[in-house]
């Protein structure tokens, strides 16, 4: 689903984010990327949500060579994937209905459609009684949900999430790991960068460790370790 072969990402500025990554996942895994801060983490899920260019090697997605592919590609590229901040990035100013709706109003799915799968996305984070609430009006968790419901209501392979419950109490961070865990259940590829050792030690998955923008350990059902 996803291949870094000799990936380096470097930001306008000059400063090199990944040096030569080698990195496959497969459709169905669920990956967590930890590492120090400023290790290279967010460029990784970056460079899969193309926002940063791959400045040298090859980067595939999708059984397809993205390296250098055209702008006007891209919003195609990323309506397979949703993504999970740790911010939420929710907008203020829309409802939860409208939050998990915007995408598909913009690529112009019909009322009926729209009605239909925001509901069953929120039904499926265990939001449904709060479609007309506004992000203000909810908790972290709660917000955090309605991000999840709007990254999954296209129905994306891959969900990408960069420190998803790292503004979270525990108890809601593990809410959060359990529909994630749900999700992958279903099917979905998850590539997630986190910091929380007690969540990665828990909740075992495939664990990729990333140290000064190069790939140091891939350990299936990996512990967080003690070496960050
Ligand atoms: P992490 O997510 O592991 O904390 P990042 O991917 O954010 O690490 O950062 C990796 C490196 O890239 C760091 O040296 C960071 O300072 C640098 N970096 C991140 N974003 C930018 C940017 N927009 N412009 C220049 N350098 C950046
Ligand atoms: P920006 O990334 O500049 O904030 P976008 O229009 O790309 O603006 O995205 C608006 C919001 O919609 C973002 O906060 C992002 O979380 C979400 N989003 C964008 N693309 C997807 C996607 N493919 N799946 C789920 N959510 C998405």
Known sequence: MIIFQD??????NGTYALTDVNLKI???DFVY??????????????????????KKGQLFMFDKNITRIKDKDVPYLRRQMGVVYQDFRLLSDKNVFDNVAFALRVIGNPKKEIDRKVHQALDFVGLRNKV??????????????????????????LLVCDEPTGNLDPDTAHEIMGIL????LRGTTIVMATHARDI????RHRVIGVKDGKVVRDDAKGGYENDF
Not at 7 to 12: A, L, R
Not at 181 to 184: D, T
Not at 200 to 203: F, S
């Open 181 to 184: 865990n749900n999700i992958n």
């Open 33 to 54: 990327i930890v590492g120090p801060s400023g290790a290279g983490k967010s460029s990784l899920l970056k460079a899969i949500f193309k926002e940063v260019s791959v």
């Open 26 to 28: 497969d459709k169905g």
């Open 200 to 203: 990665v030690d828990q909740y």
């Open 132 to 157: 007309k609430s506004y992000p203000h009006q909810l908790s972290g968790g709660e917000q955090q949900r309605v991000s999840l419901a709007r990254a999954l209501v296209n129905q994306p392979a």
């Open 7 to 12: 990936v380096s990402i470097c930001y306008p």
